[in-house]
Structure formats: structure tokens, C-alpha cells
């Protein structure tokens, strides 16, 4: 998902490497979405071109609509009404 949102952000992405295991590619892949998203929309100032702040977690709870780290997503439908 977040290699998706990295290709989206930059015209030319360098997708990271692998990191050693799933949460370290996870936070690798976070943080360069991250860095692509400031970059993106940087906001010009009288010294030139200042990129905008853009924490690393905030956005990985925008690109994962805040179930990144749901236990058990997606959720089991139980139906509670009686008959």
C-alpha cells in the first residue's frame, strides 16, 4: 500500500530496499512516503522552496484509513440481533 502512495507522490520513485523483515520494510516504506509527501508540497518562501513538515506516522494513518495496526483487520461480522 505504501510503495502505491510512494509511485503516486514522485514522478521518478527509488523504492526502498529491503529492510531485514516485515515491520522494518513497513517502517522503510512509511518513511519514504513520508519524505515524498513533504517534498511534493513544499511552499515557497522568500529563500527559495521549503518543504512542507510531514510526520511519518500521521501518515501512515491517512494511506491505511487508521487500521494499520488493527488487531485482527479486517473485523468478522457477527450478527447479535435475536431471531
Do not use: H, Q, Y
Not at 522494518?24 to 518513511?31: G, I, N, R
Not at 513533504?38 to 522552496?49: E, P, Q, S
Not at 484509513?65 to 473485523?75: D, N, Q, S, T
Amino acid at each position: 500500500m505504501f510503495t502505491g502512495w510512494l509511485r503516486a507522490l514522485e514522478p521518478d520513485p527509488v523504492l526502498p530496499e529491503p529492510a531485514g523483515g516485515g515491520w522494518a520494510d513497513a517502517v522503510t516504506a512509511v518513511l519514504a512516503v513520508s519524505r515524498a509527501a513533504a517534498g511534493r508540497f513544499a511552499f515557497g518562501t522568500d529563500l527559495g522552496m521549503v518543504a512542507a513538515w510531514v510526520v511519518p506516522w500521521e501518515v501512515a494513518v491517512a494511506v491505511s484509513a487508521g487500521c494499520l495496526l488493527a488487531p485482527g483487520w479486517p473485523g468478522k461480522m457477527i450478527n447479535t440481533s435475536c431471531p
